[in-house]
């Protein structure tokens, strides 16, 4: 410790014995107060609960409705997502066949 202090060891001593000491006495007071914040939440959340579930349920049926309102659209776009695919497919088809019938030539060659 410190050179020059008597008794400084055991005063040292004595004060972590007394914050210990102080921390245990004030522990009840401080698990009370955390519970009381705990139930706070849980009653908060509890009494929240039903207009959450309105406020999600109407948030559903609006996205219904847009989803309903559009299908048109959304169909019309899948159409022709489908429509563009089957295109570019048939196009490259002659690369492909060309690339199989390579590929097996490959093959017979290797194996032979």
Known sequence: MVAGVDGGKEKFSQGITDMVKAIADALPQFLEAAVAII??????ITESLPSLFETVTQLL???IEIIVENMPDIISAVIEGITLLLQALAEALPDIITAIVNALIEVVNTIV
């Open 39 to 44: 139930e706070g939440i849980i009653e908060g």
């Open 61 to 63: 049926l609006d996205i």
